[in-house]
């Protein structure tokens, strides 16, 4: 899938005090990588997520903006615990050392499944709280709690340039995956009603130009996604279906294997949002159904 992405530059400035710099690690995913952003104008910066582990190229990417821009990371935020987010994050903090005998203060919000991110050995974290600012130089970020994707996921508010920083929440390009439908939805419907927000820079893909568009498309997408589920449940009758015999008919056109695993997913936490809304209940054998008392 990311040959078939837009090429984005490896490094690439977006706007006067933002520098998009990629993860170097491509996978359909990650899309064409990771987006770090490099955010300021000063001496001390900040830096939103890093790369996969063992991702030496990025680090020279990082290590070469750094150089050009004579400045360092004083904070690195983490919008979630997966590895490709803070996978470099040590690897990082070696180079800040090496480059300005100064370490980056690692921030993100906590999270109940995985208190420390893998890849992150060593590192000490300050935890955030929804609404938290986060202030470096003279940027000023708010910290948004939107769980969903994970359990600790947020985005972050950028006021001055109308800006939202949103994760892996909304993707650049196609749709996203999740752990809990219901936060999911929630923390996109928060997203809608965020005031002027002109520009979205997500973890993957391009820059979403249009943002309460794409925030309309995924609602509109993920709850067309929950009906299919339940449509793909009615036909199969009394006797119900598994996962595996339901995802090819809601998702006929995913044959990759990889992604396929992510469909499946989705699927199971589309099941299980309308369990909780009593309209399909499950059986021995992870069977499914219509609940008796749903009267679609």
């Known amino acids: 899938m990311a040959a078939m992405l837009p090429k984005l530059a490896d490094i690439q400035r977006l706007s006067s005090s933002i520098i998009r710099i990629l993860g170097q690690n491509p996978s359909p995913f990650t899309l064409q990588g990771t987006n770090c952003y490099l955010i300021g104008t000063g001496a001390k910066r900040l830096m939103i997520d890093t790369s996969s582990p063992d991702k030496p190229e990025y680090i020279?990417?990082?290590r070469q903006v750094l150089r050009e821009e004579r400045c360092t990371v004083d904070k690195l935020v983490l919008t979630h615990w997966h590895p490709d987010h803070g996978?470099?994050?040590?690897?990082?903090?070696?180079?800040?050392?090496?480059?300005?005998?100064?370490?980056?203060?690692?921030?993100k919000f906590p999270s109940l499944t995985h208190p420390q991110p893998p890849h992150t050995d060593g590192l000490v974290f300050h935890n955030l709280r929804d609404g938290d600012l986060l202030q470096c130089g003279e940027v000023q970020l708010k910290v948004l709690h939107t769980p969903g994707h994970t359990d600790d996921h947020l985005c972050l508010l950028y006021p001055t340039e109308s800006a939202l920083?949103?994760?892996?929440?909304?993707?650049?390009?196609?749709?996203?995956?999740?752990?809990?439908l219901t936060g999911y939805m929630r923390s996109l419907r928060l997203m809608q009603t965020l005031p002027d927000i002109r520009v979205m820079?997500?973890?993957?893909g391009d820059v979403i130009e249009q943002p309460a568009d794409k925030l309309n498309e995924y609602v509109e997408h993920r709850m067309q996604r929950i009906n299919q589920v339940q449509t793909a449940v009615?036909?199969?009758?009394?006797?119900g279906a598994t996962p595996e015999a339901l995802v090819d008919t809601v998702y006929p056109e995913v044959t990759d294997p990889a992604l396929r695993m992510g469909a499946l997913r989705n699927l199971g936490q589309a099941l299980k949002f309308?369990?909780?809304e009593g309209i399909v209940e499950c059986l021995d054998g992870d069977v499914w159904r219509l609940a008796r008392t749903n009267k679609l």
């Open 165 to 180: 920083f949103c994760g892996d929440s909304v993707l650049g390009h196609g749709s996203g995956v999740f752990e809990d």
């Open 60 to 62: 020279d990417l990082v």
């Open 87 to 107: 996978g470099s994050a040590v690897a990082l903090q070696q180079m800040l050392w090496t480059e300005s005998a100064a370490y980056a203060t690692v921030h």
């Open 234 to 239: 009615a036909k199969a009758g009394p006797s």
């Open 274 to 276: 309308l369990a909780d």
């Open 201 to 204: 820079y997500s973890a993957h």
